[in-house]
């Protein structure tokens, strides 16, 4: 299989790799995460301006019509930067499902504002006691009427404080963990009876938790498919999971380079550390590990586009477990070669290295995906 970007590609990578080496250093970074908002609403400008924000949308909605593999390269520039911008929950997440559940009104609505960088959504569908299952909804929608009442506690919202409205799933029908009877929601941000709170995560992002209670929506508030939302939100998720195995790519890559450059530099007992074969060894297994990431990486951008829904799942729940073990142990290797300072927040090893950690939780960590991989097909 061919995996050569082609020309239109290339430029796409060399604009944001740029981008990222010119206009997001390390102090620029550590500015943005004690910010009141935790990113940068100038860079996040920059980025509508660039394309990147319209690059997945169709043309139809004034998109660029860019297909998964658009989006691998620019969540492995972000990789690559540590960009904490809310690329993944607002564009890849949120836009995608609005993108592909919502009415040609809701499009018209929402997908401008998200190109242009106005408006910012977020996707609520984790709860407290979900954990990785995407159909254990307890968050309720009782018809009244016209009119749905939502009431329920969605956690770990990526962005949820700075995000003008959410897309939330809810319960019409059914019981918790069945994948029949979930909704989706478009929910304003500003409604009477919901509540966020938020907090930073250990990466340096922000997150939130949401809580609804009585919150009204009229029926066009309801995202696709009435009562049977879960396979858009298991896509959405797997668009997700791609994306995150992009950024860690871009990660992982960083901190090769970021070591190779420290053992070259580096004088003890008198020579070069990066002299010393033992080390040259572990650079070794540091970039096996990269390209074995970046492979699967390819593959798992490759097959979101696969219309079965098994082969697809199998597939990117092999790409999740290989970058979890291969993020760990990249990001173990850089933090000892580097030494005592590789664990100090004055040096970016340690924020790739979280990020990273980070990542392999993030829908589902490597136990998990080792079961989705053995789980017998559904349907």
Known sequence: MDFTLNEEQQLLKDSAEKFVLQDYDFDKRHDILGS????????????????????PFPEENGGFAGSPVETMILMEAIG???????????????????????SPEQNAQLIPGLMAGELKLAFAYAEPQSRFNLADVETNAEKQGDKFLLSGHKSVVLHGASADHFIVSARTSGQSRDTNGVTLFIVDAAADGL??????????????????????????AVLGNFDSAYPEIELAIDHGIAALCAEAVGAMDALCDATLEYLKTRNQFGTNIGSFQVL??????????????????????????NEDANKRRKSLSAAKVQIGRSGRFVGQQA???????????????????????????????????????TEEPKG
């Open 36 to 55: 009141p908002i935790g990113y940068d609403p100038t860079v996040w400008r920059q980025m509508a301006e660039l394309g990147w924000l319209g690059m």
């Open 80 to 102: 690559k930067g540590l960009l904490v911008e809310p690329y993944l929950p607002g564009i890849v997440l949120s836009g995608g499902l609005v993108s592909r559940c919502g």
């Open 195 to 220: 509540t966020i709170r938020e907090y930073p995560t250990i990466d340096g992002l922000r997150a939130a938790e949401v809580v609804l209670r009585n919150i009204s929506v009229n029926q066009d």
């Open 280 to 305: 040259q060894h572990r650079m070794v297994d540091m970039y096996m590990e990269l390209e074995q990431s970046r492979s699967m990486s390819y593959m798992a951008s490759l097959k979101l586009e």
């Open 335 to 373: 933090v000892q070669l580097h030494g005592g300072m590789g664990m100090t927040d004055e040096l970016m090893v340690s924020h790739y290295f979280k990020r990273l950690t980070v990542i392999d939780t993030q829908f589902g960590n490597v136990d998990y995906h080792l079961d989705k991989m």
